[in-house]
């Protein structure tokens, strides 16, 4: 086995890796409506988001930066909890969210569109774009404290809501 050379890289600059993480059960499928102003918004339609991870980090004397399961797991619950839902944006300036008798109302101008509250996820997002939920998952990871303790220096999230449109939110510590 052919040894590196006396003037190779730094020990530091050679053990890190960057990992992607590109499951194909790391999707969702969910309805939306983008919101564009005050008066005009999307018609509420649904996409199969794609999510993918990207994370850069150190290797361990053991040969790994970190145990992959435990990223894949988590971005699998979060897409389980959008599975299926109809996503709407807490923290819109032009949407209000209530609850009225049996169901979730939002109302959008003088439009009021009412769901059942077993098929909406609220989420604390301005609006429901790859882009805001791209930043959701990075909060939801890096906000999880067993996160903290992975030798991750950054992570990059990225949602797709459909081929060839994707956004990314990256963190670094």
Same mark, same amino acid.
């Given at each position: 086995?052919?040894?590196? %050379?006396?003037?190779?890289?730094?020990h530091?600059?050679?053990?890190? /890796?960057? @990992?992607?993480?590109?499951?194909?059960?790391?999707?969702?499928?969910? /309805?939306?409506?983008?919101i564009f102003?005050?008066?005009?918004?999307?018609n509420?339609?649904?996409?199969?988001?794609?999510?993918?991870?990207?994370?850069?980090?150190?290797?361990?004397?053991?040969?790994?930066?970190?145990d992959?399961?435990?990223?894949?797991?988590?971005?699998k619950?979060?897409?389980?909890?959008?599975?299926e839902?109809?996503?709407?944006?807490?923290?819109?300036?032009?949407?209000? @969210?209530?609850?009225?008798?049996?169901y979730?109302?939002?109302?959008?101008?003088?439009?009021?569109? %009412?769901f059942? %509250?077993?098929?909406?996820?609220?989420?604390?997002?301005?609006?429901?774009?790859?882009?805001?939920? /791209?930043? #959701?998952?990075?909060?939801c990871?890096?906000?999880?404290?067993?996160?903290?303790e992975?030798?991750?220096?950054?992570?990059?999230?990225?949602?797709?809501?459909?081929?060839?449109?994707w956004?990314?939110?990256? #963190?670094?510590?």
């Amino acid at each position: 086995m052919q040894q590196p %050379p006396q003037n190779a890289a730094s020990h530091a600059e050679t053990n890190r /890796a960057t @990992i992607e993480i590109q499951k194909e059960y790391l999707h969702f499928s969910a /309805a939306h409506f983008t919101i564009f102003s005050a008066t005009k918004r999307e018609n509420l339609h649904g996409h199969n988001f794609q999510v993918e991870a990207i994370l850069d980090g150190e290797i361990g004397d053991d040969g790994l930066c970190f145990d992959y399961n435990e990223i894949k797991n988590r971005l699998k619950t979060l897409c389980d909890e959008l599975d299926e839902k109809v996503l709407l944006p807490e923290q819109s300036p032009y949407l209000t @969210i209530a609850h009225d008798e049996d169901y979730v109302v939002a109302t959008f101008g003088v439009e009021r569109i %009412p769901f059942l %509250p077993r098929d909406v996820s609220t989420l604390p997002l301005r609006n429901i774009t790859v882009e805001e939920l /791209a930043h #959701w998952f990075i909060a939801c990871i890096v906000g999880d404290t067993s996160f903290n303790e992975l030798p991750i220096d950054s992570l990059t999230i990225r949602v797709a809501s459909g081929p060839g449109q994707w956004a990314s939110s990256s #963190w670094t510590r």
